[in-house]
């Protein structure tokens, strides 16, 4: 293939005892593999036989910088992973991340291995079996979930999505890398609802719209308190206008039952988003509703754009949903209960999601808001 008799040239060497000239050799040998567009059978069983005793020879600066050549290469066999794996050294991450195919028995060696830096670059390759990917979700390793999340060549789906999804309760960097897949059911991450961006949140929402819902023990309590909404609205209005948020917070924590820190959340979020899932639960209307979040959200520009979006809302989600999504947040139910078939996104509903843009050319909803605009509101710093 190359001019290299292995047998006679690997003899030569050991006794001459040169491992300059087989350093020498071991890099010109890889260079020369890499190279070679598409070498026969032949070619390749008589350079790993070179290469196994070179690199045993050779000194290590030598065999370090050969690894890394003949990790370049399209045609290695799994000897010759294995030798670049053993002797790349630090290098071990830039050939995961560049080598085009690996095989999967070397993947999965290098995962037993339990090095979380090496694992955490294999889980955001793109040609991950379901054995590898078992392998890596059994780590349970934050920044191996990080690269998981991230890694959009695999749909997550049965236990993989289970496993991403708890992982999103408790990091809230795997919550937004999830949050910036279209793949992946926003709805699971109502837990990380507070650790995502405004975007993220209506994400998590509109996740939810004309879609069923498991039921939610809070809902009897809603609709024994839903029938004063209007006085809810009104108090919570005024709470808004004059600035009141820590009246706002209790008063938040006596009808949800929330801690008071998500409480606090709640009514600081000049997003409006938490509110949302609030004033639903509770039965708001789209005009009693955007009464309140006319004077919540932040006055700092112009609310038209978002008040369309809440105004979509309140037209697609439905208040049981809201009330499951309270639920969650109370921690009183099991939100995996969305991936069962009876409750998972419909065609309809997913593209309700991906699209969370409001066309704003809806007569009703446009009255609505140009008559809520009209409201006086307190601008506040």
């Known amino acids: 293939m190359i001019g290299f008799q292995p047998y ?16 020498n050799l071991l890099i010109a040998a890889c260079d020369a593999f890499t190279r070679k567009a ?4 032949s070619e390749i069983e008589q350079f790993e036989t070179l290469a196994s005793r070179l690199f045993e ?17 399209q045609h290695l066999t799994y000897l010759l992973e294995q030798l670049v794996i053993k002797n790349i050294g630090q290098d071990i991450n830039d050939y995961l991340l560049s080598a085009n195919s690996i095989s999967e028995q070397s993947l999965n060696q290098l995962i037993n291995e339990k090095i979380i830096e090496t694992c955490a670059t294999i889980a955001s390759r793109s040609d991950l079996t379901n054995a590898t990917l078992t392998k890596l979700f059994q780590l349970n390793s934050r920044k ?17 999505l289970n496993a991403l999804a708890r992982s999103a309760q408790m990091d809230h960097q795997v919550a ?6 279209n793949d ?4 699971l991450l109502a837990p990380a609802f507070f650790d995502l961006s405004e975007a993220d949140r209506l994400k998590v929402i509109f996740a939810f719209s004309k879609r069923k819902t498991p039921n939610a023990p809070i809902k009897k309590t809603l609709e024994q308190i839903s029938v004063a909404n209007s006085q809810l609205t009104k108090a919570l209005m005024k709470l808004f206008e004059q600035n009141r948020r820590p009246e706002i917070t209790k008063l938040l924590a006596q009808i949800t039952g929330l801690e008071d820190i998500s409480c606090g959340q709640i009514s600081h979020d000049e997003s409006g988003a938490a ?21 919540a959200t932040s006055h700092d520009k112009d609310r038209s754009k978002i008040l369309a979006h809440f105004a979509k809302l309140f037209s697609e989600v439905s208040i049981d949903s809201m009330a499951f999504l309270l639920s969650v947040w109370r921690e009183e139910v099991n939100l995996l209960d969305l991936t ?29 808001i140009n008559t809520l605009k009209k409201i006086p509101t307190r601008h506040v710093s």
Do not use: M, W
């Open 176 to 181: 937004i890398s999830l949050a910036d897949r």
């Open 340 to 368: 069962k078939p009876q409750y998972t996104q419909t065609s309809s509903t997913q593209a309700i999601s991906k699209d969370a843009r409001l066309v704003s050319n809806q007569l009703p909803i446009k009255k609505t």
């Open 57 to 73: 020879t050779a000194q290590t600066s030598a065999t370090h910088k050969a690894a890394a050549i003949l990790g370049r290469s």
């Open 8 to 23: 006679e040239t690997f003899q030569l060497l050991s006794e001459t005892g040169d491992t300059k000239r087989a350093s």
């Open 38 to 41: 598409k070498p026969l059978q």
């Open 184 to 187: 992946f059911d926003a709805a």
């Open 275 to 295: 509110l949302f899932v609030v004033l639903r639960a509770f039965g708001c209307t789209v005009h009693d509703g955007l009464k309140v979040l006319i004077h």
């Open 144 to 160: 191996v979930y990080r690269s998981l999340a991230s890694n959009i060549s695999f749909r997550a789906q049965g236990p993989f």
